[in-house]
């Protein structure tokens, strides 16, 4: 079993920039693959980022955030970040951290279920 809790979510400003946390416990955190996705109002949860063990670590991004958010993680501390510069009033949306990720039939998704609870991103225009 996988627990994840996000953090680091707030209002900001069209421009400014945001660093989400997920803390994970209950696995060996290091060999996981992680993503960060997020759900905006009336729309369906859509794949953001994901570090990927494959003999090392990998980065995928949706195309709209590629150059402006990063995706890390520092196994020490079992966290994975998401950091977001140059914020736009369409990435308003919850994002949810996920774990034991794959990538399916072109879709990225958490077979195990493994989600948070989500934390709030509001960017103002």
């Known amino acids: 079993q996988v627990h994840l809790a996000e953090s680091g979510g707030g209002l900001v400003q069209a421009g400014g920039s945001l660093r989400l946390s997920c803390a994970a416990s209950?696995?060996?955190?290091?060999?996981?693959?992680m993503g960060w996705f997020r759900q905006a109002p009336g729309k369906e949860r859509e794949f953001v980022a994901a570090?990927?063990?494959?003999?090392?670590?990998?980065?995928y991004y949706r195309e709209s955030v590629k150059g402006r958010f990063t995706i890390s993680r520092d196994n020490a501390k079992n966290t994975v970040y998401l950091q977001m510069n140059s914020l736009k009033p369409e990435d308003t949306a919850v994002y949810y951290c996920a774990a034991d990720i794959v990538l399916t039939y072109g879709r990225w998704r958490s077979p195990n279920d493994y989600w948070g609870q989500g934390t709030q991103v509001t960017v103002s225009s």
């Open positions: 209950g696995s060996t955190f290091s060999r996981n693959s």
């Open positions: 570090i990927v063990w494959s003999g090392g670590h990998r980065t």
